[in-house]
Nanobody, 127 residues
Framework: QVQLVESGGGSVQAGGSLTLSCAVS????????LAWFRQAPGKERDGVAT???????YSAESVKGRFTISEDRAKNILYLQMNNLNPEDTAMYYC?????????????????????WGQGTQVTVSS
């Protein structure tokens, strides 16, 4: 199992940008999937983006063209670059990981397959 620690959240005005980081410690092995999720107050946790050990990425429709997931393998850091933020992006953002599975990322509806989670970092976007 890996340990995940998010950072980089904060408050920003609509149209602004933020970059979230997630420090990954422990062994991910050669096959893994890393992901960002978010949960707004009173709402369910939703998937935002995933990246696997091959560097293949996937983003939710709501963030496509605005958010970019990436990974620095040398530093063991997962990133989420968020541009053109709007108030609907306000949420607690979590990074998550699943190991093995040939690096196939689970669908966002199968969150239980992500076995490691960070504590979250808050993003607040004001209009």
């Amino acid at each position: 199992q890996v340990q995940l620690v998010e950072s980089g959240g904060g408050s920003v005005q609509a149209g602004g940008s933020l970059t979230l980081s997630c420090a990954v410690s422990g062994s991910t092995g050669s096959h893994y999937c890393l992901a960002w999720f978010r949960q707004a107050p009173g709402k369910e946790r939703d998937g935002v983006a995933t990246i696997n050990n091959l560097g293949v990425t996937y983003s939710a429709e709501s963030v496509k063209g605005r958010f970019t997931i990436s990974e620095d393998r040398a530093k063991n850091i997962l990133y989420l670059q968020m541009n053109n933020l709007n108030p609907e992006d306000t949420a607690m953002y979590y990074c998550a990981a699943t190991i093995g599975g040939f690096g196939v990322c689970p669908s966002f509806s199968r969150q239980s397959l992500f076995t490691s989670w960070g504590q979250g970092t808050q993003v607040t976007v004001s209009s």
